[in-house]
């Protein structure tokens, strides 16, 4: 069985690599080229160019592991944030979120992933040494672990915080429980016992 060609090879390998961005699945995909082949110099052209430019220019930050298209980057550079707060977080997309929410003004330091025994990732392939220089020379009072609330997440984060026990630093973490807006009734158990166990006074 041969699956018929519908466009060229040059549309083709567009809708395939499209294909690869999460959240593009084969049919977001070919929408996806298609309105970008309708819309070629609006659309089409700027996204090509800002591409380039991106491939050209993005580069990890070399203190916090952070992407920007300068290193250091524009966070660890940044005089008006607060260099005693340290946030810890799995990837740059959760630095994204907790900008976002923008409750804090501290800076971070990304892991880039979490440790996963079983499959392979050890301390050897997160930015944990890097980590612990930085704690290590000092100035930062605390230390906040925004990692996932997965088994994975929470192996990384007491590996950390043993890395650390030398150090006169304070170490937290997230809160885990009740989402704001969120009832009761329609929490797992391992939310709602969370919540119970991280109680706080009224
Ligand atoms: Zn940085």
């Given amino acids: 069985m041969s699956t018929k060609r519908i466009a060229g090879p040059e549309i083709e390998k567009l809708i395939q690599l499209l294909a690869k961005v999460p959240g593009l699945g084969p049919r977001s995909a070919r929408r996806a080229a298609l309105h970008m ?17 991106a491939v050209d220019k993005v580069t990890e ?12 980057c524009s966070i660890c550079t940044d005089p008006r944030r607060d260099d005693t707060t340290l946030i810890v977080v799995e990837d740059v997309s959760d630095l994204w979120a907790l900008e ?9 330091h990304v892991l880039g992933g979490t440790l996963s025994p079983l499959d392979g990732i050890g301390p050897d392939d997160l930015n944990i040494k ?45 809160a885990h429980g009740v989402p704001v807006g969120g009832e009761l009734d329609y929490l797992d158990e391992g939310t709602l016992s969370a919540a119970l166990r991280s109680r706080t006074n009224f």
């Fill in 61 to 72: 930050c070399s203190v916090c592991g952070n992407v920007d298209t300068v290193d250091p």
């Fill in 37 to 53: 082949i309708k819309k070629k110099d609006q659309l089409m052209g700027p996204l090509a160019a800002a591409l380039a430019e």
């Fill in 130 to 174: 890097k980590l612990v220089d930085r704690i290590a020379e000092g100035g930062v009072s605390e230390l906040i672990l925004a990692v996932n609330a997965t088994v994975e997440g929470q192996t990384t984060a007491h590996y950390i915080t043993d890395q650390l026990s030398g150090f006169e630093v304070k170490v937290t973490r997230l």
């Fill in 100 to 108: 976002r929410a923008g409750a804090m003004n501290a800076k971070y």
